[in-house]
């Protein structure tokens, strides 16, 4: 979200993927940063956490106009005193705060949870520091989350090199690490070169040019240095991916280039212990490397001590603990069923056959299936009970670790629903449970259980859920692939569990509800509907289980909710209701009218609701982006009751794409601080990216980390965070996947659910889960139109949120950028209106995402979203506000597209929340 910012992803590499700082224009684009120079942030030990800490931005700007400065004839020419204030206050040693190290500590102990052990021989962990051979792209920069609104402004981060260093490791790799600095260079320098050339010839600016440009990774030539005193050798491959920009099966992205397989295989040949680190926010095939490859990790992006992690993990002072929650598979194996990518129209032509619902279904070997991951130890499972309490189903599962490391493992429950009138794939995930950390020899029982209406199925026929007469195969595991048969639930008769109306007209093109595939589908790859598991491979002992229907509870749905008007929302002009309806704005327009009145409150928030409106007694709400933490500026200077981020008004390496006279006059733009301003520094916690968190399947971690950024949130003043994001993995080219949990809804909400817990338990704090829905891509995101099957997007792309909503009941939702079947998420009263508040009971705010016509494509096809529409279907805030907004309500209302009704409806919301998170504070 936040236009600006999601302008494009530009040059998506930068060491520790922190991306574009935030004050102002500085929100421009998740660009390429990946920051020269080495090993990142050299701050104090984090193991011991100093009483003081240097922050990392003046040792980056110190480097960048030494390297750059030349490059420039303008930016040679600028006075030194356009620098000098904001370079003082960077080499003013700032206190770490007792806040940050209780929070950076507690995640440390949890970061392995999140990592995934893909394969296994036993060479690690290793038994102490001693000589490391360390190569690859994400040994010295390493990322730690990816571009766009979710990166997060921390103090310092740890790559790969230094956390093993501060573990005690001695590289003696150094030349590789500095001559691929080099290559690195080179290649951004061509790489820019190229976009300066493509703007010539399109009579544009370099910078417009730029937005969406992703440079691969660099083949190289660089002897090994295979030294045979090494005690190990790793090679940490990273990848970055972002908001604005889908991946691509392309060498140096999805693909390996040619120079890493070699490198990997001969490191992998050596002889000596060898582990592949992927420092990744999604799948890369590595069908090239993966028979020899004895050891490989998912370390994932974790945030600000991603070094730290591994290197705790290297020496066994912590356990690998994740699952996968998206299937692996090498690029030939991926569906080609639906489309992905396409500016205008995307066809979601795969039904609910998405991830491992369509390998299994189709009989498709992955390299590694949906909820793989090993240990430094071993486990066994066994089923001890299975029964049902009403529709409940419970299953008792001892697991006891039986290898010689400590660890913790993952239960899973899947069920096969029979295949009746409506297709099934083979099994869905239903349950699932983590032990604590079990030493060896030691054993928990866990006790995952479901309620059967959780496995109903969408049928357009009758215009419900539905859940099909026969019997349901319950299997446990360790993942997709690795599952036994125990038990059998046995419904007798068809039950309706909610029955609602249809809402969601498809294209004659898309695949009809729970149909296979459309004829021009290859057969090959076509999932063909699911039979339950052969009755004869059953165990005689496993033990059936009846349900009867009338245990379950059938719903109808009331489509005839009405909200309660606020008295002050009766009493307010429309003119006033239309305020409250669009976020902050400035009444004088230009470049603040774009972005927001984000920072008169809080320095680097995302967006305010209206502010015009206090001398009534109505205060505003403080949103600040997410999902990896808060997004705010970490330096601001408070003049009286205005707070301004301090700081480079755009970030340092986009600006190089500026003309020159431009650069200048950015650089007079620049804030800085008075002597009677009070300085205030805002240093938030970078938590693991949301796929990382929820590889995890650890709920209580989750909940964990939603309590830090609420913690934090009452720290900065910022009263909705702009997160968690839930949408589904429906191809791994969506570069913005990292922000999100799976490819299965079960998991998204629940982690979700988990994160608004921890945020809500704060005094005055909300979450914003995001995007609803259907946001699967980034390529034209603002008018790309997603066209699917009213199953499909009930069972698949809904089910997260009313996981997350039923559950946790978060304060406010966001809509997506993209349209639905037609028409714009935020303008479709079927889905705001009818589906989350009638359906799901949802009573709390529905904003937009940030909607900047200036960024929309003038030749798309669908025209951006309106303000008067939104408010129609229900929406509230119209974000992030703009004069142009507000005249459009204004406009609808007298146009009759908009009826006061609708205005006082949304401000009733709105004021409830903002009393109840004032009120709470």
Known sequence: MNAFVDAGSFCRRKAGGEGARESGFANVGSVYARKTGGEGAKVMDPDVFGSFCRTDD???????????????????????????????????????????????????????GCTVLLKTNGDFPLKKPGKLALYGNGARHTIKGGTGSGEVNSRFFITAERGLKKAGFAITTGSWLDA?????????????????????AHRTLAIIESFGAVMSEPEYEIPLETGEDNDAAVYVLARISGEGSDRTFAKGDIALTDTEVRDILALSRSGRP??????????????????????????SQLGAETGTALARILLGRDTPSGKLTTTWAGIKDYPSIGDFGDRNDTHYREGIYVGYRYFDTAGITPLFP???????????????????????????????????????????????????????????????????????????????????????????????????????????????????????????????????????????????????PAPSTSPSTAPQPAAAPDRGTIRKDVPLITVPAAAIRSVTVNYGRKEIIDPLAEKLSSVELAYLNIGAFSEKGGIASVVGDAS?????????????????????????????????????????????????????????????PLKVLLKFLEKRPRKSDVLIH?????????????????????????????????????????????????????????????????????????????????????????????????????????????????????????????TARPAAVMTSYNLLNGTHTSELQGLVRDVLRCELGFDGVVMTDWIVKQMYDKNAVYLPPRADLTTAADGDLFMPGSAEDHRAVLEGLAAGTVTRRHLEESASRLLRLIRTLHQDT
């Open 58 to 112: 003046f040792q980056f700007q110190s480097r960048f106009r030494s390297q750059f400065r030349s490059r420039s004839p303008m930016h040679n020419h600028l006075p030194r005193v356009a620098f000098l204030p904001y370079n003082l206050l960077m080499k003013t040693r700032i206190p770490i705060t007792e806040t940050e190290k209780k929070h950076l500590l507690r995640l440390r102990r949890e970061l392995a």
């Open 274 to 299: 060898f582990l592949l680190v992927l420092n990744t926010g999604g799948p890369v095939d590595l069908t090239p490397v993966v028979d020899e490859v004895p050891n490989i990790l998912i370390l």
């Open 600 to 660: 008169i409150s809080v320095a680097g928030a995302a967006g305010e609701t209206a502010r015009i409106l206090r001398e009534k007694g109505i205060d505003s709400l403080v949103m600040a982006d997410g999902p990896a933490g808060l997004r705010l500026a970490k330096h601001a200077a408070r003049r009286g009751d205005k707070v301004t981020a301090i700081g480079p008004v755009m970030q340092e390496s986009l600006s190089e794409l500026l003309p020159g």
């Open 682 to 806: 805002q240093y938030a916690t970078a938590i693991p990216i949301g796929t990382a968190l929820a590889q995890s399947w650890d709920e209580s971690l989750a909940e964990a980390c939603g309590d830090i950024v609420g913690a934090e949130m009452e720290q900065f003043g910022v009263h909705l965070w702009l997160a968690p994001a839930l949408n589904i993995h429906r191809d791994i080219r969506c570069g913005r996947n990292f922000e999100y949990f799976s490819e299965d809804p079960l998991i998204s909400g629940r982690m979700a659910a988990a994160l608004t817990n921890g945020v809500q338990r704060h005094s005055g704090c909300g979450v914003t889960i995001k995007h609803f829905a259907a946001n699967n891509q980034e390529t034209n995101r603002y008018s790309n139109n997603s066209i699917v099957s009213e199953r499909a997007f009930r069972e698949i792309y809904l089910k997260g949120f009313e996981i997350c909503i039923r």
């Open 180 to 200: 691929y600095d080099r290559v690195l260079e080179d290649t951004r320098r061509r790489f820019l070169d190229d976009i300066r050339a493509r703007a010539r």
């Open 370 to 516: 949906f909820g793989h991951g090993l240990s430094y130890t071993t486990f066994t499972q066994q089923v001890q009970r299975v029964y049902a309490q009403g529709e409940t189903v419970h299953a008792e599962i001892l697991v006891r670790n039986t290898g010689s490391c400590k660890g913790r493992e993952v239960v899973q429950l899947y069920v096969s629903v029979p295949s009746g009138r409506l297709d099934q794939p083979v099994k869905t995930l239903a349950a699932f449970a983590k032990t604590k950390e079990l030493q060896p020899g030691e054993e928990e029982i866990l006790c995952p259980a479901f309620r059967m209406r959780g496995l109903s199925s969408y049928d357009t026929q009758q215009a419900a859920y539905i859940l099909e007469a026969g019997d349901y195969i319950l299997s446990a595991g360790t993942s997709s692939a690795d599952v036994q048969c125990c038990g059998i639930i046995r419904l007798p008769s068809e039950v309706i569990t909610v029955k609602t109306r249809n809402l969601f007209a498809s294209s004659p093109e898309d695949v009809r509800p729970g149909i296979r």
